[in-house]
């Protein structure tokens, strides 16, 4: 703190109080930020599943690949736990 000008001292505080305000008002939002999240990772998952795990499945069956067909079908269930 011996280097700094009394106005680059000054902008400092000044930036950590903007920062400390910031912290306070995502901590108040915090509930309804996390519900957002949930939703969006939600709606990943389920596009996911939607769009990307059912040519593979469909493939798996029609080639009797009952491995791999079990495994999708296992992520398909752990995904709609959700």
Not at 49 to 70: N, Q, T, V, W
Request: net charge positive; proline share 4%; glycine share 4%.
């Amino acid at each position: 703190m011996y280097n700094y000008t009394p106005e680059e001292k000054s902008a400092l505080a000044e930036l950590i109080g903007m920062v400390k305000n910031i912290q306070s008002q995502v901590f108040h939002l915090e509930p309804l930020l996390t519900r957002g999240i949930y939703f969006f990772i939600y709606k990943q998952l389920q596009d996911f599943m939607h769009c990307s795990l059912s040519e593979p499945l469909r493939k798996a069956d029609k080639h009797r690949k009952e491995i791999l067909k079990g495994y999708l079908l296992l992520l398909l269930s752990v995904i709609t736990l959700q």
